[in-house]
C-alpha cells in the first residue's frame, strides 16, 4: 500500500532557529516527492518538487533533501520566521495514465514562537 | 503565484441535501482535481478530470459524487445526497498534467453537513 509517513506530528521552535522534517515514503512506481506548505484554513502551496535524480533542492530558506534508496526526505528550515507556523506536508507522487496521482502525508505543524 | 477560487468559502447544509462546490481554474490548464481533507486527517485524492471526462477517481469517489464544467470555465463538484462524514474542507487544484505539474489548490471549501 502507498504510504508517506512524516515526523514529528507537531514541533515548536523560538524564532530565528533552524528546524527540520523528516519524511519515509513507500511508495511505487515513484514519480517524484513534493513538499507542500499550508496555513490554517489555506490550500496546500507547492515548495519544492524532486524527482529521484536529485538529492536536494532550495526554496529561499527551504531545503529539502532526498535519499531515493532509503525513501527517506527532509525539509530544513533556516532562519525561521513567525510566518512559518503552518503544516508542512510531504507529498509523493506517481505518474500513470498520463497524469500525477498525489499521495499525502499527514503533516508536520510547525509553531514559530517570539 | 497565480491563485485558484473556490466558492463559497463555508457550506452548511443538512443530511442528505444536495450541494455543489465550484471552483474557479486560473487560465490554460487542462487537468482538473477535487481532494478533500476531514479534520485533522490528511488530503485525500478524489477525483481527477480532463478534457471534460473524469480520468481517474478514488474508492471515495462513489455515485453520490460528480463533476463537470458546466460552461468550459469553472469547474464543479456535486455531492447528491450528502452524509454527516461528507463533512471536511474540499479543494480543487489545476495542472499540467505533466510529472513536474505543480498543481495550483485553491483556498478550499469548508463543508459542514448536520
Partial sequence: KNQVEQSPQSLIILEGKNCTLQCNYTVSPFSNLRWYKQDTGRGPVSLTIMTFSENTKSNGRYTATLDADTKQSSLHITASQLSDSASYICVVSTFSGGYNKLIFGAGTRLAVHP | ?114
Fill in chain 2, 1 to 114: 503565484e497565480p491563485e485558484v477560487t473556490q466558492t463559497p468559502s463555508h457550506q452548511v447544509t443538512q443530511m442528505g441535501q444536495e450541494v455543489i462546490l465550484r471552483c474557479v481554474p486560473i487560465s490554460n490548464h487542462l487537468y482538473f482535481y477535487w481532494y478533500r481533507q476531514i479534520l485533522g486527517q490528511k488530503v485525500e485524492f478524489l477525483v481527477s478530470f480532463y478534457n471534460n471526462e473524469i480520468s481517474e477517481k478514488s474508492e471515495i469517489f462513489d455515485d453520490q459524487f460528480s463533476v463537470e464544467r458546466p460552461d468550459g470555465s469553472n469547474f464543479t463538484l456535486k455531492i447528491r445526497s450528502t452524509k454527516l462524514e461528507d463533512s471536511a474542507m474540499y479543494f480543487c487544484a489545476e495542472g499540467t498534467g505533466t510529472r513536474m505539474d505543480t498543481q495550483y489548490f485553491g483556498p478550499g471549501t469548508r463543508l459542514t453537513v448536520l
